[in-house]
């Protein structure tokens, strides 16, 4: 495994509705896993979440994180990373969730924003990655 | 949330072939995310793996993971739960891998068994759950 995402699973990130569980470290040091969306830019993975929510406040404290992306037509298909959020960022994250909430729901606009909701983007600089079926 | 898994959503362990991602701890701290399939008995929730693998050695070495079981009909439906690796045998994780094999894939016998392969079954004592959707 290396940082390059093998070609052959790079569908995964980018033209399938795929999936992705991401895995956090919580203060004490234990994982956490929960599902998000993601996509693929300029050589980042991009995920998306809320000021504030666990994940958030686990990436702004520990930034190595892991990812399993899943084919959404074939559970046994999926692509493994590891890396580290190498950029935590504001500014384009309500774009990036309307882009986000486009490719996985077919919508224009992020359907479940909350009032006093800040979303943020995370940016994963892979470092080691594998691809299974 | 308290180790009590919330009735609503045992149907991810019980009835359904709704796959799970299990975070462990890799040597160096950081997290791993990997598909399973699981089940639940006792009161544990239990999952196989074979012995040598990433997650194997990660488990026997650090009992802290994470788990979210996703509803395989609505994937906004999930049950996250974090807990300890209370048992790891071998005894019975033959039967329980095909037992796995009859829930997911409806066959007697699982059928990617290697020839050196020794199963192994994991215990995990739920510390906290959480439903969403």
Not at 82 to 104: M, Q
Request: net charge neutral; proline share 6%; glycine share 8%.
């Amino acid at each position: 495994m290396d940082g390059t995402i093998p070609e052959k699973y790079m569908d995964l990130l980018t033209s399938k509705k795929a999936f992705a569980h991401l895995g956090t470290l919580m203060p004490d040091g234990s994982p956490q896993v929960t599902p998000v969306w993601c996509d693929y830019a300029d050589g980042f993975v991009r995920i998306n979440s809320a000021k504030g929510r666990q994940k958030d406040r686990n990436m702004r404290r520990e930034p190595r994180v892991s990812l399993c992306v899943t084919d959404p037509e074939n559970p046994y298909r999926y692509l493994e990373l590891r890396g580290s959020i190498v950029e935590i960022t504001e500014t384009g994250a309500d774009a990036h969730i309307d882009s986000l909430a486009k490719k996985y729901l077919g919508v224009d606009s992020y359907p479940y924003r909350q009032a006093a909701e800040i979303r943020v983007m995370y940016k994963i600089q892979v470092e080691t990655s594998s691809g299974m079926g």
